[in-house]
């Protein structure tokens, strides 16, 4: 029997989410153990060790904390919607991963719109995978999920409760969410002290791909928000340096 909605649904229910998040989070995981050696944060991007210093602040310093974290909010979440899960999972996940990889050339798409950014930074295409790379694609893939994690799944609720109280109307609610994940994301990367020296034009490309983000995130799902993010990061950081 087919579920309410189909696939355009599908892709948004918190059990599809963690199907499709759960090789992720395992390739992530073992790679930072694996190509970290004796140093594996030294492959952690910011948005991890922010939510493992807010697990630490609990208690909670194992490393298996953080990923543990993540799947027991979509298992507890796809519990309470055990009634309307979808019925071919596998389908799903395949969908959502054309899906990630075609937004993921849209957002690289619209950046080269953007030419006097390549240009102005001097960047050239080039093509290698050597151990370095390695470690650089799996940063990228835990960007995607971490920084997803908070700027979307756990800002965006935190937001849009807080608007609502104020009795914002929804629509214009989900739009003010969207832009302030989209600055504090782009912001966030230029904090602390690996943070980036603040160029206007980066900053602004960044927000306009946090908005990005933010409308997959409302529209297609947490799971596709992912999946391009990640896809995103390592086709430009791959492919352009």
């Excluded at 390739?27 to 030294?42: C, D, I, S, T």
């Excluded at 240009?119 to 995607?144: C, N, P, W, Y």
Aim: aromatic content about 14%; some cysteine; overall charge neutral.
């Amino acid at each position: 029997m087919r579920r309410p909605g189909g696939y355009l649904c599908a892709t948004r229910h918190p059990w599809s989410c963690l199907l499709f998040l759960a090789p992720l989070l395992v390739v992530y995981e073992a790679g930072v153990l694996w190509l970290g050696g004796p140093q594996p944060e030294l492959l952690r991007n910011g948005a991890d060790t922010w939510l493992r210093w807010g697990l630490e602040s609990f208690g909670l310093s194992q490393l298996y904390c953080a990923p543990a974290f993540i799947v027991a909010v979509f298992v507890g979440w796809s519990l309470l919607r055990l009634t309307d899960r979808p019925l071919r999972p596998l389908n799903v996940w395949l969908g959502m991963a054309l899906e990630s990889v075609g937004f993921a050339f849209g957002l690289w798409a619209l950046s080269k719109e953007l030419g006097p950014f390549l240009e102005q930074f001097d960047i050239h295409l080039s093509v290698g995978m050597d151990s370095k790379t390695l470690g650089r694609v799996v940063t990228f893939v835990g960007a995607g999920i971490y920084e997803e994690m908070l700027f979307r799944l756990l800002l965006f609720c935190a937001l849009g409760i807080v608007f609502r109280l104020m009795g914002v109307p929804r629509i214009i609610s989900a739009l003010l969410v969207g832009i302030a994940s989209a600055v504090l994301f782009a912001a966030a990367h230029h904090l602390g002290p690996y943070g980036e020296p603040i160029n206007g034009y980066v900053f602004l490309f960044r927000s306009l791909a946090g908005f990005y983000f933010a409308l997959l995130y409302q529209l297609r799902g947490f799971g596709i928000a992912v999946g391009a993010h990640a896809c995103y990061d390592v086709l430009v950081g791959v492919l352009i340096v």
